[in-house]
């Protein structure tokens, strides 16, 4: 069960602005999607002569929620690295402070996925919605596609950290399918046919296999070290 996200805008702000760990740029994305999410939700409940609009309400509605948790967890993963940093003396491997940089990446891998996804339903309702409403979705479509974007580019920060320069061919693996995900969901949403479940998905453009794989590389890069430097 997520944490309470602040209620007034305001006090969201304000948290925003708090030292670290705080609300950051992943969680800000996270939100960002979360927002977008929402009005395709508003779109899809308010657009009666659209036959799957209930359907996408309720599929933006899941991934609003599973957005709202990935916000939190970032904190989370940011207090961790924070903590594993300044445990770890300069220039030192740690497989604790490995750990962190790399759950720091997967949190926000995730968090792009989503809102790649979210994007997808936001255009399907900016051309099948009620009319006066097709330009919130439109609106929700940028969003979604902006929170998508930053969150890639945090996951890219977080794994071109010096602590991970002993494992750079790895790394440029994970980089590769990093930067495959991030250009298929753009294709993705950018290519959609009007009407959830008619995107022009194929295994070479589909988004969500290619965040699959950049998931899987992370994941088991970590096992590899794991198992070669276990804990003490």
Known sequence: MRQS???????????FQAPAPSLN???????????AA???????RHSPSWNEGAATAAAAERLRERLLVLADEDVEVVAVLIAASRESRTGEWSTDLIAALLRSSQVPLEIAEQAADVAVLARAASSEGTPP????????????ASAT??????????LAA???HEFERDLARIREATQVAAQRATSSAASREPGIGKEQSTAENDPREAYRET?????QMWEEQNEGNPHP
């Not at 996200?5 to 948290?15: A, F, H, R």
């Not at 740029?25 to 927002?35: F, Q």
């Not at 929402?38 to 899809?44: D, E, I, K, N, Y």
Request: net charge negative; aromatic share 0%; no cysteine.
């Open 149 to 158: 974007a930053v969150a890639i580019t945090i996951v890219k920060g977080n």
């Open 215 to 219: 998931r899987r590389a992370i994941e």
């Open 162 to 164: 010096p602590q991970l």
């Open 25 to 35: 740029g992943g969680s800000a994305a996270a939100v960002v999607a979360a927002i």
């Open 5 to 15: 996200l602040p209620v007034g805008i305001d006090e969201l702000l304000q948290e």
């Open 133 to 144: 409403m097709r330009a919130d979705a439109a609106a929700a479509a940028t969003l979604a």
């Open 38 to 44: 929402s009005l395709v939700v508003m779109v899809g």
